[in-house]
């Protein structure tokens, strides 16, 4: 059974930080792309960051990041723990939200990275909160 499993979320402060990680277990996922998603508070769910993407079999790999968090967000990843990162500085209070990690089940070429149909597995998410 494949599980993602989200931490390090929490409560913090306008500019400060936090890193949350995911652990996948349940099979080995190095050689997907993982991802990270939001969703705030009556607000659809929007895409963070990706690592690892291919828009082709033969192209090189790829990070993305949404363009409200570039600059600010890092996405990592330790494949001899079969977990990804996120980490989340100069954080602002509509930064505010659960935080999802998500990965496919198959190696995905395309350039939609960012639509969360392109991923079959989710975790259950992790509370970010940034009080202004």
């Known amino acids: 059974q494949v599980q993602l499993v989200e931490s390090g979320g929490g409560l913090v402060q306008a500019g400060g930080s936090l890193r949350l990680s995911c652990a996948g277990s349940g099979r080995t996922f190095s050689d997907y792309a993982m991802a990270w998603f939001r969703q705030a508070p009556e607000k659809e769910r929007e895409f963070v960051a990706v690592?690892?993407?291919?828009?082709?079999?033969?192209?090189?790999?790829?990070?993305y990041y949404a363009n409200s968090v570039k600059g600010r967000f890092t996405i990592s990843r330790d494949n001899t723990k079969n977990t990804v990162y996120l980490q989340m500085n100069s954080l602002k209070p509509e930064d505010t939200a659960v935080y999802y990690c998500?990965?496919?089940?198959?190696?995905?070429?395309?350039?939609?990275?960012?639509?969360?149909?392109?991923?079959?597995?989710w975790g259950q998410g992790t509370q970010v909160t940034v009080s202004s």
């Open positions: 998500a990965a496919p089940s198959r190696a995905r070429y395309s350039n939609t990275y960012d639509r969360d149909y392109e991923y079959t597995y």
């Open positions: 690592i690892n993407w291919k828009f082709a079999p033969w192209s090189t790999v790829s990070t």
